[in-house]
């Protein structure tokens, strides 16, 4: 399910351009294992990702680097989104890629009249992921922003970083989404969210996901539709709804 390949490719203009800037600015990666002790050992695998210069500047206690979690869409890889982890790292945050799926784990499935059909164990296990991956950061980059977090996330994890939100909105600064599909974005000002969507026809937001046109239509708020395929929504301070690509492929 090579969905979210789609889907990412559809914001290849935003991706060249992070990309000139990548190669002025050397991203140094890393791949980092932990092990969680409350959960058996369960492995939790990050790929890292820190602009050279800003890592000097936080560990000379100079600056206190921005926070970035990325979550991966079903059944793609954690390392399957480098190019967006390099937007983020060339913008100064620290990124943290992270494998929430392990191969013993029990397939995605879905649940029809269930809540999240049926995806909440997913997004519980995903939350605790991010909560373990976060305390074993503090141990190894301690001179970044934990409390305040920009948390990305495509498909299956777009809905775990908008379920993140929807239980500690008070560590949410931004939130970016792919194509999440179960969760409804919180609208209430809290924090910013951008979110770019698909026009599948088969693969749909659940009713209730994307805000509706009376909420984009709230003064102050831009609501148009210069092309056929796409809609724009922007909610000062608050929500914008980016233009909805159409991709491919398969499921979420």
């Known amino acids: 399910m090579k969905r979210g390949i789609a889907v990412l490719l559809s914001v290849s203009a935003l991706v060249a351009v992070a990309y000139f800037t990548v190669s002025k600015w050397a991203i140094r990666h890393e791949t980092l294992m932990f092990y969680d002790p409350a959960r058996g050992n369960r492995p939790v695998e990050i790929d890292l990702a820190v602009r050279w210069d800003k890592e000097l500047e936080a560990n000379a206690d100079m600056i206190k680097l921005p926070v970035a979690i990325l979550n991966h869409g079903n059944t793609v890889k954690f390392t399957e989104y480098s190019f967006l982890v390099n937007v983020f790292a060339a913008r100064g945050y620290l ?8 191969a013993s784990d029990a397939p995605l499935v879905t649940k029809v009249g269930e809540l999240y ?5 997913q997004y519980h296990r995903g939350i605790v992921n991010i909560r373990f991956a976060i305390d074993e950061l503090k141990k190894v980059q301690p001179n970044a922003d934990y409390d305040h977090l920009t948390m990305v996330g495509h498909s299956n994890g777009g809905d775990i970083s908008m379920y993140f939100a929807k239980l500690y909105p008070d560590q949410i600064k931004k939130i970016v989404t792919l194509d999440n599909l179960r969760v409804p974005f919180m609208t209430d000002g809290r924090f910013k969210i951008l979110s770019f969507r698909s026009k599948d026809p088969v693969f749909k937001a659940d009713p209730g996901v994307v805000p509706d046109d009376e909420i984009c239509e709230r003064p102050g708020s831009r609501s148009s539709v210069p092309h056929s395929s796409t809609t724009t929504c922007a909610i000062p301070g608050r929500m914008r709804q980016r233009p ?3 991709e491919r492929s398969t499921s979420s």
């Open 95 to 102: 990124v943290a890629s992270i494998q929430h799926d392990l």
């Open 244 to 246: 909805r690509f159409r």
């Open 117 to 121: 059909v049926g995806r909440l164990p």
